[in-house]
């Protein structure tokens, strides 16, 4: 039976399963981080209330979640948590030290913080090894802002257009699209049009990993 508690539960077992808190996950549909407050979820004469078909559109977009999957929270809990891989998640200013890649460009070590993956179905990239970059600041403005998660795939195969994260061996780490590639160096555009594209050799590239997914 659908109800307003099984409604709310929904989402709170969404923003679980996404790697959010009920707040947090508000935030990231451009709602009010409130909105889902228990506080909310009752009127001022007390009686229940539902939430808006608005904030559900704009959750389910952003966690890449589509109706069927919702309504499949609707009635059990672990139906999307099985479904979804986890992976690790690494801040952008880690992913500039050393020590925390191998040299293929997957986090290396213990004690990451773990998300599942953003889509319920990710076919493409299930034998592959896939990992969340978490951005901060606003270097990556206007495509990627504070807070988003970009999942990146080391293993898969970059093509001209993509969307790629590089790293240096000065330890900067960047989001560009790849322009053109040789053996002996890659060009990129700046995803901030105020940048010029830029040419790297690739003896200065410690690693490059494609963006599969974008948690904006």
């Not at 077992?13 to 009010?32: E, I, N, P, V, W």
């Not at 939430?51 to 069927?68: F, K, Q, W």
């Not at 002996?184 to 590239?205: F, Q, W, Y």
Request: with cysteine.
């Amino acid at each position: 039976m659908l109800t307003h508690e099984t409604i709310w539960n929904a989402i709170d077992r969404l923003a679980r399963t996404c790697g959010y808190s009920t707040s947090g996950l508000a935030k990231k549909a451009g709602l009010d981080p409130t909105s889902f407050n228990r506080s909310k979820r009752t009127g001022p004469d007390g009686k229940p209330r539902w939430p808006s078909t608005e904030s559900l559109a704009r959750v389910l977009e952003a966690t890449g979640a589509d109706i069927s999957e919702f309504m499949e929270l609707l009635v059990n809990e672990s139906t999307a948590t099985d479904r979804r891989p986890r992976i690790p998640v690494i801040g952008y200013a880690q992913a500039g030290k050393d020590g925390y890649f191998d040299e293929a460009g997957f986090p290396t070590g213990e004690g990451w913080d773990y998300i599942h993956f953003p889509t319920a179905s990710p076919k493409p990239h299930h034998d592959q090894k896939i990992y969340a970059l978490e951005v901060s600041g606003d270097s990556m403005l206007p495509l990627f802002r504070h807070g988003d998660r970009l999942v990146l795939s080391p293993d898969s195969t970059v093509r001209r257009g993509d969307r790629i994260v590089i790293k240096t061996n000065k330890g900067e780490v960047m989001a560009k699209e790849l322009l053109r590639q040789t053996a002996g160096k890659i060009e990129v555009r700046s995803l901030n049009p105020d940048h010029e594209n830029i040419v790297l050799s690739t003896d200065h590239i410690i690693w490059m990993a494609r963006i599969i997914w974008v948690s904006q």
